[in-house]
């Protein structure tokens, strides 16, 4: 028996060794053919060119930046390391005013000089609709006071000896380091550049320590350190942090941890860094709040198993679809034709700043400001809801170039394709469509078939999902091919700039914005649908709409503003390409659309 069992000891390490050797030549099977690919795109002929984006130079105030996670991530691959110094020379950033539409049309000084009529267009019809329907008094937008990343600030007024005054705070107890414009790694070099007492027992006697409204990823356990027996409030929100400091686990005192409005994510483990925050044995609150992706019920529950009832924990839960605060669990189920579907793809803090500058409300009925942190969604999307109401009760609703919603309409089109060219794209994708059927790569959205194909840009990571990806172009290479010489035939520049095309069949409504894109996409739609509806929508600004004509034309639109696809005859076939970039520089939000826009009615044009 016993040499029964040695026998069988090495027969199955050596199966094991063969599976693992197997493995392995898989994996370097999967890696040299994307590596192969890449070679072969790049002595292409340019097809299939790896994605390069060229700066903007026509206008310096242009910053190329995006959100907030993507101008976090384009810092820390500049230098992970940087240590947050502060100069009381520079010029606090402002970066903000392009990262991402706000709700509203942007300001005309914030965009290149090319778009200059199109916003002197858009914003004169959007002043003579808020006129129109608020009166003179609504010439201009309201200005609402923001702070370093764009973010609705109702205490941007707040001084050092305000905060003193607080009952939280004793003195010179509290040490405030907001709002200084400070990026990168918080570290005891960063003390030192803020005059603060240079010798480390002198940081003993912090108390609060306040580095809020900043631009910090990261805070140095030589920072800490000093202050590890001391301090009991540590105030880190509206920054870039993706997960807690580990240094936090030095703070033996902490009682008080907030850290709302910075990237965290749902890993309890890694971003959450729970079983550090269960060995602070004084921990009494963390403030988690407007961190997008840290909503969910089950992470709430978890925290509380693993934190205690001690310690108090704000995270409200994201709505449950169907409640007030946000209606339909995704752009597929919402209905297109309401305002409300129309507004819901815009985040909460965007509803709140078009309802004080478009509409002129600053108080709820109970005297709060709009733009406090208690004030709901749902209750800041009705009050928004009644004001449209209001204003469409005032105006004639049988005017040519207004929606059912009373927002204005104007019509632009897009490049008309040359008609061989376009003729062949419509038999591809006829002929695809009838014997492929793919519902599943985006079920956020309401389509009869989906399909997105990458360029072997993005296939540099290597991986399963690039192996995936690239198998999948290669093998629809053909209708790869054709999509690139339909772009290529109206903008080449930017064909050289793609890194995606989604492959549409009958996509219906399905307001929402393109959360990923990092500048405006192309799209191309061709089939028997009639002309002058399945009209590509974008909204403009809050009382403006365009109606983008893309029917065997490229037209471009900024899909980081809310957009669907217009009602046409179900019955009839609409296939469409669009095309966009996901990687590379972003590029400042300008307009919506690309060229100026008509207020011609569509039915008129055909007349």
Same mark, same amino acid.
């Given at each position: 028996?016993?040499?029964?069992?040695?026998?069988?000891?090495?027969?199955?390490?050596?199966?094991?060794?063969?599976?693992?050797?197997?493995? +392995?030549?898989?994996?370097?099977?999967?890696?040299?053919?994307?590596?192969?690919?890449?070679?072969?795109?790049?002595?292409?002929?340019?097809?299939?060119?790896?994605?390069?984006?060229?700066?903007?130079?026509?206008?310096?105030?242009?910053?190329?930046?995006?959100?907030?996670?993507?101008?976090?991530?384009?810092?820390?691959?500049?230098?992970?390391?940087?240590?947050?110094?502060?100069?009381?020379?520079?010029?606090?950033?402002?970066?903000?005013?392009?990262?991402?539409? +706000?709700?509203?049309?942007?300001?005309?000084?914030?965009?290149?000089?090319?778009?200059?009529?199109?916003?002197?267009? $858009?914003?004169?019809?959007?002043?003579?609709?808020?006129?129109?329907?608020?009166?003179?008094?609504?010439?201009?937008?309201?200005?609402?006071?923001?702070?370093?990343?764009?973010?609705?600030?109702?205490?941007?007024?707040?001084?050092?000896?305000?905060?003193?005054?607080?009952?939280?705070?004793?003195?010179?107890?509290?040490?405030?380091?907001? /709002?200084?414009?400070?990026?990168?790694?918080?570290?005891?070099?960063?003390?030192?550049? $803020?005059?603060?007492?240079?010798?480390?027992?002198?940081?003993?006697?912090?108390?609060? $320590?306040?580095?809020?409204?900043?631009?910090?990823?990261?805070?140095?356990?030589?920072?800490?350190?000093?202050?590890?027996?001391?301090?009991?409030?540590?105030?880190?929100?509206?920054?870039?942090?993706?997960?807690?400091? +580990?240094?936090?686990?030095?703070?033996?005192?902490?009682? +008080?941890?907030?850290?709302?409005?910075?990237?965290?994510?749902?890993?309890?483990?890694?971003?959450?860094?729970?079983?550090?925050?269960?060995?602070?044995?004084?921990?009494?609150?963390?403030?988690?709040?407007?961190?997008?992706?840290?909503?969910?019920?089950?992470?709430?529950?978890?925290?509380?198993?693993?934190?205690?009832?001690?310690?108090?924990?704000?995270?409200?839960?994201?709505?449950?679809?169907?409640?007030?605060?946000?209606?339909?669990?995704?752009?597929?189920?919402?209905?297109?034709?309401?305002?409300?579907?129309?507004?819901?793809?815009?985040?909460?803090?965007?509803?709140?700043?078009?309802?004080?500058?478009?509409?002129?409300?600053?108080?709820?009925?109970?005297?709060? &400001?709009?733009?406090?942190?208690?004030?709901?969604?749902?209750?800041?999307?009705?009050?928004?809801?009644?004001?449209?109401?209001?204003?469409?009760?005032?105006?004639?609703?049988?005017?040519?170039?207004?929606?059912?919603?009373?927002?204005?309409?104007?019509?632009?089109?897009?490049?008309?394709?040359?008609?061989?060219? /376009?003729?062949?794209?419509?038999?591809?994708?006829?002929?695809?469509?009838?014997?492929?059927?793919?519902?599943?790569?985006?079920?956020?959205?309401?389509?009869?078939?989906?399909?997105?194909?990458? &360029?072997?840009?993005?296939?540099?990571?290597?991986?399963?999902?690039?192996?995936?990806?690239?198998?999948?172009?290669?093998?629809?290479?053909?209708?790869?091919?054709?999509?690139?010489?339909?772009?290529?035939?109206?903008?080449?520049?930017?064909?050289?700039?793609?890194?995606?095309?989604?492959?549409?069949?009958?996509?219906?409504?399905?307001?929402?914005?393109?959360?990923?894109?990092?500048?405006?996409?192309?799209?191309?739609?061709?089939?028997?649908?009639?002309?002058?509806?399945?009209?590509?929508?974008?909204?403009?600004?809050? /009382?403006?709409?365009?109606?983008?004509?893309?029917?065997?034309?490229?037209?471009?639109?900024?899909?980081?503003?809310?957009?669907?696809?217009?009602?046409?005859? &179900?019955?009839?076939?609409?296939?469409?390409?669009?095309?966009?970039?996901?990687?590379?520089?972003?590029?400042?939000?300008?307009?919506?659309?690309?060229?100026?826009?008509?207020?011609?009615?569509?039915?008129?044009?055909?007349?």
């Amino acid at each position: 028996m016993i040499a029964a069992n040695e026998s069988s000891t090495p027969s199955l390490s050596l199966r094991a060794a063969k599976r693992a050797k197997r493995k +392995q030549e898989k994996k370097e099977r999967k890696r040299k053919a994307v590596t192969d690919y890449l070679a072969d795109a790049s002595s292409n002929s340019g097809k299939r060119a790896k994605a390069k984006v060229e700066n903007e130079t026509e206008s310096d105030a242009a910053t190329l930046i995006g959100g907030k996670a993507s101008r976090a991530r384009l810092a820390r691959q500049d230098d992970e390391t940087t240590v947050a110094i502060y100069n009381s020379e520079e010029v606090v950033s402002k970066e903000w005013e392009q990262h991402r539409p +706000q709700g509203g049309a942007p300001i005309l000084s914030q965009v290149l000089p090319k778009h200059a009529k199109i916003v002197e267009f $858009l914003e004169s019809k959007e002043e003579e609709m808020r006129i129109g329907g608020r009166g003179v008094g609504m010439k201009e937008r309201m200005v609402v006071e923001v702070d370093c990343h764009g973010s609705m600030d109702t205490d941007i007024t707040a001084s050092y000896s305000t905060k003193c005054n607080d009952r939280e705070y004793i003195g010179n107890e509290l040490c405030d380091f907001s /709002r200084l414009n400070l990026r990168g790694n918080f570290s005891f070099g960063s003390f030192s550049s $803020l005059s603060i007492l240079r010798e480390s027992s002198s940081l003993s006697t912090i108390l609060h $320590l306040d580095l809020s409204r900043n631009e910090l990823w990261d805070i140095s356990s030589d920072a800490l350190k000093p202050l590890s027996s001391s301090l009991i409030t540590l105030d880190i929100s509206r920054n870039w942090f993706e997960s807690i400091p +580990q240094s936090i686990g030095t703070l033996k005192e902490l009682k +008080q941890l907030k850290m709302s409005h910075n990237l965290l994510n749902s890993d309890a483990t890694k971003s959450l860094r729970v079983e550090t925050l269960a060995s602070m044995k004084q921990l009494e609150m963390i403030d988690l709040r407007w961190n997008q992706k840290c909503g969910k019920e089950s992470l709430l529950e978890q925290l509380r198993s693993s934190l205690g009832e001690k310690v108090k924990l704000n995270m409200p839960v994201t709505a449950p679809p169907g409640t007030r605060d946000r209606v339909g669990e995704t752009p597929a189920v919402r209905d297109a034709k309401l305002l409300r579907s129309q507004l819901e793809p815009w985040s909460t803090t965007a509803l709140t700043r078009r309802l004080m500058a478009d509409f002129g409300e600053n108080l709820t009925e109970d005297g709060k &400001s709009w733009a406090g942190e208690d004030v709901s969604r749902g209750d800041v999307m009705e009050r928004l809801l009644s004001m449209y109401q209001e204003e469409v009760k005032d105006k004639d609703s049988n005017l040519c170039n207004e929606d059912d919603n009373g927002r204005a309409v104007v019509y632009v089109s897009g490049v008309l394709v040359e008609e061989s060219l /376009r003729s062949r794209v419509l038999q591809a994708l006829e002929e695809f469509w009838s014997t492929t059927s793919l519902t599943g790569e985006r079920p956020g959205i309401r389509a009869k078939n989906y399909m997105i194909l990458c &360029s072997p840009a993005m296939f540099e990571s290597g991986g399963k999902k690039a192996a995936k990806a690239m198998y999948k172009l290669k093998k629809h290479q053909a209708l790869w091919d054709l999509a690139y010489e339909a772009v290529n035939s109206v903008d080449p520049s930017f064909a050289s700039q793609f890194t995606a095309v989604a492959v549409t069949h009958n996509f219906v409504g399905s307001p929402h914005i393109d959360k990923q894109n990092i500048g405006p996409f192309y799209g191309f739609s061709v089939g028997d649908f009639a002309e002058g509806t399945g009209h590509l929508m974008v909204e403009c600004s809050a /009382r403006v709409v365009a109606a983008v004509n893309t029917k065997n034309r490229m037209a471009r639109v900024d899909g980081r503003f809310p957009h669907w696809v217009g009602p046409y005859d &179900s019955k009839s076939s609409r296939y469409s390409l669009i095309f966009y970039r996901t990687q590379g520089t972003p590029e400042p939000i300008g307009p919506s659309v690309f060229a100026v826009p008509s207020t011609t009615c569509a039915r008129r044009m055909e007349e």
